[in-house]
């Protein structure tokens, strides 16, 4: 059995699977939609700074928490939003549960 054979298998059926087609599906019609994207990658941007700051022990910055609060309650009145990032989380929880079943396989708790 080759490892990397395996990999690229994997890859495939990721690809081929309901979670990826939708995800791939809602990601391609926001990309036509400039402010929904914009919107999306902003709220990214400033959940990764939130994320930097608790990682290293820092408060949150106010400003920062503000303008995502209100970013998020924005993007909550956007139904391609919100249909986006639901497929972007089941595609998410089903990665997560791949590396949690290679993790185990290899004795490593996730």
């Known amino acids: 059995m080759n ?3 395996e990999a690229h298998s994997l890859a495939k059926a990721i690809k081929e699977c309901n979670e990826f087609r939708e995800f791939d599906r809602m990601r391609n019609i ?6 929904v994207s914009d919107m999306l990658k902003e709220l990214q941007e400033l959940q990764m700074q939130l994320q930097a700051m608790q990682l290293s022990g820092q408060e949150p910055d106010k400003a920062i928490t503000s ?5 998020s309650t924005m993007i909550a ?3 391609l939003a919100a249909q986006y990032l639901q497929a972007q989380g089941a ?10 079943i290679i993790g185990e396989a290899m004795g490593v708790n996730a």
């Not at 926001?30 to 402010?35: I, S």
């Not at 303008?67 to 970013?71: G, I």
């Open 91 to 100: 595609f998410m929880i089903m990665m997560n549960d791949v590396f949690a």
């Open 3 to 5: 490892v990397y054979d």
């Open 77 to 79: 009145t956007k139904p």
């Open 30 to 35: 926001v990309d036509n939609d400039k402010e």
């Open 67 to 71: 303008r995502f609060q209100t970013l």
